[in-house]
């Protein structure tokens, strides 16, 4: 069946520190997939995508390569910050709805 | 231009009542969705409303209802409440159903504690 799996949390990093986040994915044929953030109390915000084999999302200092081969979609930052503290969330699109992961909570220390 | 706006904010309810949950989407957007998070997990699809008709529905029982009105807002309703159903209730708009490319838009949500 469709589904996403993200590493456990919490990921806990000093600020500066690089970042990933992994995320696998199992859909029929080539979705869409989406990284998305929930700061705490707040709904989800759209952080990057990407739509096709090999494509870059990127936003706000945060990447992740579409990889068809290993079925993957990995969310990295080269420096994260301490306002980077949040939940990320993995998804695809499967016809009429998203498919998340369960999250990982990122805390970022000064 | 406002974004998707979810009321009341936060509920509380008991068990066997009723509650609706309400949500505006993005001027222009005709499809709305709505999704139950529980604590520690994350969003699980619970229907897709576009253009005032049912396009999608995920694994919750009949006592999970919803509509949309000719204006694109829409209700969700629960009724029978179980304890179960406390978790954040999450509405998303995008301007069409389905399709690579469909991007959803997701408002503050509401907070829905049943005791």
């Known amino acids: 069946g469709n589904s996403v799996t993200q590493m456990e949390g919490p990921v806990t990093l000093s600020e500066e520190a690089f970042l990933t986040i992994n995320c696998t994915y199992t859909a029929t044929g080539y979705p869409s997939l989406f990284w998305y953030v929930q700061y705490p109390g707040e709904g989800l915000q759209l952080l990057l995508k990407a739509t096709k084999a090999d494509d870059k999302g990127s936003n706000k200092g945060f990447e992740a390569t579409y990889r068809k081969e290993t079925t993957s979609f990995h969310l990295e930052k080269g420096s994260v910050q301490v306002s980077d503290s949040a939940v990320y969330f993995c998804?695809?699109?499967?016809?009429?709805?998203?498919?998340f992961g369960t999250g990982t909570r990122l805390q970022v220390f000064p | 231009d406002a974004g998707v706006t979810q009321s009341p904010t936060h509920l509380i309810k008991t068990r066997g009542q009723h509650v609706t949950l309400r949500c505006s989407p993005i001027?222009?957007?005709?499809?709305v969705s709505w999704y139950q998070q529980v604590l520690g997990q994350g969003p699980q699809f619970i229907f897709q409303?576009?253009?005032?008709?049912?396009?999608g529905r995920g694994n919750f029982p009949d006592r999970f209802s919803a509509r949309q009105f000719p204006n694109y807002s829409s209700e969700l309703n629960v009724n029978a409440l179980l304890l179960g159903d406390s978790a954040l209730y999450l509405c998303a708009s995008s301007l069409r159903s389905g399709g690579k490319n469909t991007e959803a838009f997701f408002g503050q949500g509401t907070r829905l504690t049943v005791v």
């Open positions: 998804a695809h699109y499967n016809t009429d709805k998203l498919i």
């Open positions: 001027s222009g957007h005709k499809s």
């Open positions: 409303y576009y253009e005032k008709e049912e396009r």
